[in-house]
């Protein structure tokens, strides 16, 4: 298995705080990935990283950012919670960016 | 945008049977990946596909990458109980992106 950890794993917020999600890798992998996974909806990616400062938009990033400092590193960051970003985030990392490894995922229930 | 089919979106199984499953596109992708999700966790990669034409297998599960890169199928043989689970086709397209399929629930009768 990919060295791939998240925190928190769990977590209940309010409405408009801030929250951030960390995803943390051990294998030294060039490209990271934060989805979030819905019923009906199945995987849609949030955001992505190519390298350390590069980052690029996925289908679905309004409302998010993402830093990643340093390579083993990939932070999500919603500003200001809503209830619509309940939902399962799954990091994910590749070597290439042909495959992808997910880490564990984060519940997020924003009341 | 693309769009991925992915079939059946649930199936009911006796141990021991075969299984097989497949996604279309409307759209040609480079790459082909399978992955299979149990509650509460992530998703695992099974299979990656990588040219038109290939087949792969791991253990007891094999794939094809369709010849005109626009499908691909997962067989599972001689199911057993820890087959249960949700399997996710993904296609990756030009531009790297991954599309992804709606998900195979594979459920073991009992």
């Known amino acids: 298995d990919a060295g791939i950890t998240q925190s928190p794993r769990h977590k209940v917020t309010e409405t408009g705080t801030p929250v951030t999600l960390r995803c943390h890798q051990t294998?030294?992998?060039?490209?990271m990935y934060w989805y979030r996974q819905d019923p009906g909806h199945g995987l849609r990616l949030i955001h992505y990283?190519?390298?350390?400062?590069?980052?690029d938009k996925g289908e679905v990033s309004d409302g998010y950012s993402v830093s990643r400092s340093k390579t083993e590193d990939f932070l999500l960051t919603l500003e200001s919670a809503t209830s619509s970003q309940t939902s399962v985030y799954f990091c994910?990392?590749?070597?290439?960016?042909?495959?992808?490894?997910f880490g564990p995922g984060t519940r997020l229930l924003v009341l | 945008g693309q769009q991925l089919n992915q079939s059946p979106q649930s199936m009911f199984i006796q141990e021991g049977e075969d299984v097989s499953m497949n996604c279309t596109s409307s759209s040609i992708f480079n790459t082909w990946l399978w992955y299979k999700q149990d509650p509460g966790e992530g998703p695992v990669l099974l299979i990656a596909?990588?040219?038109a034409g290939e087949l792969t297998s791991n253990g007891r599960l094999t794939a094809q990458f369709g010849i005109t890169r626009k499908d691909s199928f997962l067989n599972i043989s001689a199911s057993i109980p820890s087959d249960v689970g949700i399997y996710f086709c993904a296609g990756q397209d030009s531009n790297y992106q991954l599309i992804w399929g709606a998900g195979t629930k594979l459920i073991i009768k009992p």
């Open positions: 294998e030294n992998h060039r490209y």
């Open positions: 994910a990392i590749g070597r290439e960016r042909e495959t992808q490894y």
């Open positions: 596909l990588y040219k």
């Open positions: 990283s190519y390298g350390v400062k590069d980052t």
